[in-house]
């Protein structure tokens, strides 16, 4: 009898378990923007962008939130600049047959950091290489911050810590991720 009761237990709590799954929100393709700029040594600004990306925003259970986003190399874009497209996917930079995907996954926040701005830490993958990273997150510029407006994160790493040195005499070691995200769905985080 108590083995029964036991089971019913278990079996009671399985079905719990998807009431308990943190949701989640994927970015919206069509609004958000994830990109990069370098600098040459002759001052011009190179603006990169990721063409495909997946990302979503999770909702945990204790009321924070969790970014996890995954730019895929190959179909990276240097704009006007195909040259330079084709060497940052190439084995100097991203090395995108080998390394297809650059994941930021952040530390989980509380979402007053979209409204009033400031830190939001996490690690960043690039080539193989995790490091911790933060971003700067903007102060909102509307109420429903990834809804009504975008969401701007940037922050700054080097090249050379991801073992992404070649053509430094050419290009800066500094690249700065700019990243623009809005959300789909109703309810913003």
């Known amino acids: 009898m108590f083995g029964r009761k036991r089971w019913r237990w278990c079996g009671l709590a399985l079905l719990c378990l998807p009431a308990l799954a943190a949701t989640a929100e994927t970015f919206d393709p069509v609004a958000s923007r994830f990109g990069f700029e370098l600098r040459t040594r002759w001052g011009m600004k190179l603006e990169g962008e990721f063409k495909r990306y997946e990302g979503e925003v999770k909702h945990l259970h204790d009321g924070r939130h969790q970014v996890v986003l995954r730019m895929f190399t190959d179909s990276v874009e240097i704009l006007?600049?195909?040259?330079?497209?084709?060497?940052?996917?190439?084995?100097?930079?991203?090395?995108?047959?080998?390394?297809?995907?650059?994941?930021?996954?952040?530390?989980?926040?509380?979402?007053?950091?979209?409204?009033?701005?400031?830190?939001l830490a996490g690690d960043l993958s690039i080539r193989g290489i995790t490091r911790p990273k933060t971003l700067t997150v903007a102060p909102s510029a509307c109420s429903r911050p990834a809804r009504d407006c975008d969401v701007v994160a940037t922050g700054a790493v080097r090249r050379s810590d991801y073992d992404m040195d070649d053509w430094m005499m050419a290009v800066s070691d500094r690249v700065v991720f700019v990243l623009r995200a809005r959300l789909k769905g109703e309810t913003a985080p």
């Open 80 to 119: 006007g600049h195909p040259r330079y497209s084709e060497w940052t996917r190439g084995r100097q930079f991203f090395e995108a047959e080998r390394y297809p995907v650059v994941v930021f996954v952040s530390k989980p926040y509380d979402e007053q950091l979209l409204k009033h701005g400031g830190d």
